[in-house]
């Protein structure tokens, strides 16, 4: 018995030293021994003795904190020896390394304190690590925390030596990636040493509203309300010229038609609204028409056919008569043709619309109606203010990021976007074309009115057809088409117009519905080839 005894104890023994040797081995890691003087200029000199190494040893040291909503509080590495040190990783080549740490003081109260992570981010198992600090001053208080960088978990021991000027610390078994952060308060000014903060970006601190942001805004609105005021006199003294010069008109003189100031309905368009559009080339096509330069002609079709035109060119019609803007539509229009269809002008036409649009716009300035081209004073303020957007978007992008006044840069771009919009309204018209557009509205009461005088009935034909050009400006096609068509020649129905001619079947009765299709056909025409804004 007593053998057999003998004999289990030896197995129970064996088996505790197998299963201690794992244990062991966990345990097994390097020791860390680790000096900290705090200079008077508040930088933290550490020097760390290592032993127990296995393999390339590494530490991935700590170098941003969250300090506040507003900031993070940044630790700059130095002058490390016994190692490299890039990006944050220190690489050990030796058995000892130093280096100095700025940043790692705060001051607090009657204290300042040192908090620094003084084990931390090694790449292998710390047994066992021990920390001494010393200072400039006597030891205040101290404490020390262990495990993961926000554990609240007091480390094995901490202590500080009967003088009160060494701080002892000493923490086991740490694993990667966790943190023995030791803290030490010494008497305020015993150190220079200030925390080291950067701003932290968000929108809320970018684009902070204090005095000067504040300041600048209202300046800017006063500023935009001045602008709008100045834009509003611009177009006001327009307006009042226009009602200081409009009177009844009457635009028949000794039995002809005779338009306000001899303006034709493209002019009245682009004096209208400062912008040569598509209604206003449509207008002149129908003028053509009217005074004798082209006929149209309506082409037959069966019930789903899209409805179309032939424009024919009238041989005996005075081209050398037009004005530059109305001959480049002319020759765009035939391009050496004697008739066209209005499904098929495509190519040549569309092609030379650039040169029509920058001909109308010379015969206001030429006309006297405005100092300079309107297309290209829209343009010279909206390419500023597009700019100062950009400028803005540019600011307030390195505004909100390196500093708190974001809202300078959005300032700028608010200008510069009103500035774009209010581009729009930059073109001024002269006294001339003030006057001019004062009359035009005269004529525009005078058309719709529905007083059209004493018109002799042999005339009212050629008259009021010259009136409809001018409708389609005006947007009363349907109306006048309708006067056009119940009207007489020679005191008989007609079945066509001498400038439009309809299909078989077709008369007078039709031409309203023809006219309003055919102009909303044409722009549309027109607008596809996008040398024209369309309204």
């Not at 104890?9 to 345990?27: D, F, G, Q, V």
């Not at 200079?39 to 290592?50: A, M, P, Q």
């Not at 509080?73 to 002058?79: A, D, E, F, G, T």
């Amino acid at each position: 018995m007593t053998g057999i005894r003998l004999t289990m104890a030896a197995l129970a023994a064996t088996a505790l030293t197998l299963t201690a040797a794992p244990a062991m081995a966990a345990e097994a890691g390097i020791t860390d021994e680790v000096t900290m003087t705090l200079g008077k200029d508040g930088t933290l000199h550490v020097v760390e003795k290592i032993t127990g190494a296995s393999g390339g040893l590494k530490r991935t040291f700590i170098t941003r904190t969250r300090y506040d909503d507003d900031n993070d509080r940044l630790y700059q590495i130095s002058n490390v020896k016994g190692g490299t040190y890039a990006d944050g990783v220190l690489t050990v080549t030796g058995g000892t390394v130093e280096y100095d740490v700025k940043g790692a003081v705060t001051p607090s109260g009657n204290v300042e304190e040192l908090r620094w992570f003084a084990v931390n981010g090694w790449n292998q198992q710390v047994a066992k690590a021990t920390v001494k600090v010393s200072g400039p001053g006597q030891v205040q208080n101290l404490s020390c925390f262990a495990g993961e960088l926000t554990s609240a978990i007091g480390c094995t021991s901490a202590s500080m030596d009967h003088t009160a000027t060494q701080a002892d610390f000493e923490q086991e078994n740490i694993a990667p990636g966790d943190a023995l952060t030791v803290v030490v308060g010494y008497p305020k000014g015993s150190s220079t040493g200030t925390p080291i903060l950067e701003k932290r970006f968000s929108l809320a601190s970018a684009f902070t509203l204090d005095l000067v942001t504040g300041g600048t805004l209202a300046a800017l609105l006063v500023l935009l309300l001045g602008g709008f005021g100045l834009l509003y006199w611009t177009r006001g003294r327009d307006a009042r010229v226009v009602d200081h010069e409009k009177d009844s008109v009457n635009p028949v003189q000794n039995g002809h038609f005779a338009p306000p100031d001899g303006v034709r309905p493209g002019q009245i368009g682009t004096l209208v609204d400062e912008q040569a559009d598509v209604v206003d080339v449509t207008a002149t096509i129908v003028d053509l028409a009217v005074r004798g330069y082209l006929r149209i002609d309506e082409q037959p079709r069966q019930t789903y056919d899209a409805p179309d035109w032939m424009l024919v060119r009238l041989p005996s019609a005075p081209v050398n008569a037009l004005l530059p803007y109305e001959r480049a539509l002319y020759d765009a229009i035939f391009d050496g043709r004697d008739a066209v269809l209005l499904s098929q002008m495509s190519g040549s036409f569309t092609s030379h619309l650039g040169e029509v649009r920058d001909a109308l716009y010379a015969d206001v300035v030429e006309q006297g109606w405005f100092a300079r081209r309107p297309d290209t004073e829209r343009t010279k303020w909206t390419t500023i203010g597009v700019v100062l957007i950009g400028a803005g978007l540019l600011s307030t992008v390195a505004l909100a990021w390196f500093t708190t006044y974001g809202l300078l840069g959005l300032a700028l771009i608010i200008a510069g976007g009103a500035l774009a919009v209010g581009g729009q309204y930059m073109p001024a018209k002269t006294a001339k074309g003030s006057a001019a557009l004062a009359h035009t509205m005269g004529f525009r009461e005078y058309l719709f009115s529905g007083e059209l005088g004493d018109v002799p009935e042999q005339h009212r034909v050629e008259l009021f057809s010259r009136y409809l050009p001018y409708a389609v400006i005006f947007d009363g096609v349907e109306h006048w088409s309708r006067v056009v068509a119940s009207v007489t020649g020679n005191g008989h129905q007609s079945d066509n117009l001498y400038w439009y001619h309809g299909p078989a079947e077709w008369d007078l009765s039709k031409f309203a519905g023809s006219m309003r299709t055919f102009t909303t056909t044409t722009s549309g025409a027109i607008s596809a080839s996008r040398q024209f804004r369309t309204l």
